[in-house]
């Protein structure tokens, strides 16, 4: 958060001006060539209200600790720019880094379809989930499948999602 004050110059004290500065930062990303937004696939956040956030975001730039409403209305706010830019949102879905213990791939469903518009890739096949992604995917025309570190992660779930 300071290093968006210090950058844009002055104080951020509500919402508004936080995704006002945000939209700045990434103006100026975008100018400078990025083409596209990370995101990990979690658990769906809850629907974004604006208004609760506005009330609860000094919470959130306090103590450091992001609030699930004003990461919603944070979220939101960025797959929209998305959309309006063009951009892609990469998501990492997949792969040795997550733990299968608490994900669970169905959880893109809400991300996607929720702003159809914004176009998604889906990194690393979803690896392990390699079937409910392709399937996912079939169903949302705003995702492609990404295989980029796949054979690593598994060469025979690579092969069997590409014949299936």
């Known amino acids: 958060m300071k290093h ?3 950058k844009f110059g002055g104080p951020i004290h509500d919402l508004d001006t936080y995704l006002e500065i945000l939209t700045r930062f990434l103006s100026g990303l ?3 060539g990025f083409a596209a937004f990370k995101y990990y696939a979690t658990k769906p956040r809850l629907v974004p209200d604006y208004d609760a956030a506005r009330k609860v975001f000094m919470e959130f730039v306090d103590p450091g600790q992001p609030h699930p409403i004003v990461e919603a209305v944070i979220l939101d706010h960025v797959f929209k720019k998305a959309a309006e830019w063009d951009w892609t949102v990469s998501v990492h879905c997949g792969g040795a880094y997550m733990d299968t213990r608490t994900y669970d791939t169905r959880y893109i469903i809400y991300t ?3 702003y159809p518009e914004t176009r998604f890739d889906l990194f690393h096949l979803c690896v392990p989930f390699t079937r409910e992604i392709i399937y996912i995917a ?3 025309a705003n995702t492609t499948l990404n295989l980029c570190w796949c054979p690593v992660l598994s060469e025979s779930m690579t ?3 590409i014949n299936e």
Request: proline share 0%.
């Open 138 to 140: 079939k169903m949302y």
């Open 30 to 32: 975008r100018e400078s």
């Open 112 to 114: 996607v379809s929720r």
């Open 4 to 6: 968006l004050e210090e």
């Open 159 to 161: 092969r069997t999602a």
